[in-house]
């Protein structure tokens, strides 16, 4: 049941991957418009470009996982279909 439970939070496709980050930029912009608000000036704007430069760094790390994670099944996939006295 667990495991069942665990592949709820696996992102498994790049669709996936997508709207996780857009779930995070809505957040981020979000939390820099309270940054605005709270720091009027310049400190309040490099606080807002730092909230959603850090999105576009989980993005590209997110998305790099997932090609990765395809890379390894596909050459597993192929490990197990050649025999080993080949």
Known sequence: MLRKLGRLFVIK???EAFLIIY???LGSSARGMVYL???PGFGGKLLFLATTGAVFLAGAKILDCIK???EVAELRGLR???APGD
Do not use: G, I, V, W
Request: no cysteine; net charge neutral; glycine share 0%.
């Open 13 to 15: 496709n790049r669709l």
């Open 23 to 25: 779930a995070l930029a």
């Open 37 to 39: 608000h709270d720091y």
């Open 68 to 70: 990765l994670e395809k």
């Open 80 to 82: 197990s279909q050649t």
